[in-house]
C-alpha cells in the first residue's frame, strides 16, 4: 500500500433516496481547526470521558460532530448543512470517519504522554550537555592576572 492509498481512502455514505457523498479520514490539520471551535468535545474524546459512543457525543455535541463530518466530506463550509442531514446519516459518516482516521484514543493518549516525556528527557540531556560545555569551557580559560 501506497502513501498515495492512504490519502485517497474514502467511504461513500448514503443519504435519503439515491443521494450520498464521500468521507475521508480526519487529519491532524484537521484536527488542529477542530480544536479551534471544539475544544470541549475533543478534550473529553482524548480523556475518555466522552468515549466512542457515536450516539451520545451526536447528542452531546452535535455542532462538533456536523463539524467533523463537513470537514471529512472536504465541505467544511456546510457544517450547518451537515446538521440538517438525517440522524442515521450522520451516525454513519461519524463511524466511517472514526475507522478512516485510525483513531485509538487509548494509543494517541499513550503516544503523547510518550513523546512529552521524551522531549523533557531531551531537554534534560541537552542542559547538562550544555552544563558541561560551560564549565570545562570556563576551568579552560586563563584567569586575568592583576598588575
Not at 12 to 27: C, Y
Not at 35 to 50: C, D, M, Q, V, Y
Not at 109 to 129: P, Y
Amino acid at each position: 500500500m501506497s502513501l498515495r492509498d492512504l490519502v485517497d481512502r474514502k467511504s461513500r455514505i448514503a443519504g435519503p433516496g439515491d443521494t450520498s457523498f464521500d468521507v475521508r479520514g480526519l487529519s491532524l490539520e484537521d484536527l488542529v481547526l477542530l480544536l479551534e471551535n471544539h475544544s470541549e468535545a475533543l478534550a473529553r474524546i482524548f480523556a475518555g470521558t466522552g468515549g466512542t459512543d457515536f450516539e451520545e457525543l451526536l447528542k452531546e455535541f452535535p455542532q462538533f460532530v456536523a463539524a467533523l463530518i463537513a470537514y471529512a466530506a472536504d465541505e467544511p463550509e456546510l457544517e450547518n448543512q451537515v446538521r440538517k442531514l438525517p440522524v442515521g446519516v450522520q451516525l454513519r459518516a461519524l463511524e466511517e470517519v472514526w475507522e478512516l482516521s485510525s483513531l485509538d484514543v487509548e494509543t494517541v493518549g499513550k503516544l503523547a504522554v510518550n513523546l512529552l516525556n521524551s522531549i523533557g528527557r531531551l531537554n534534560t540531556e541537552h542542559l547538562d550537555r550544555l552544563r558541561t560545555s560551560l564549565t570545562t569551557s570556563s576551568e579552560a580559560m586563563p584567569t586575568a592576572q592583576s598588575s
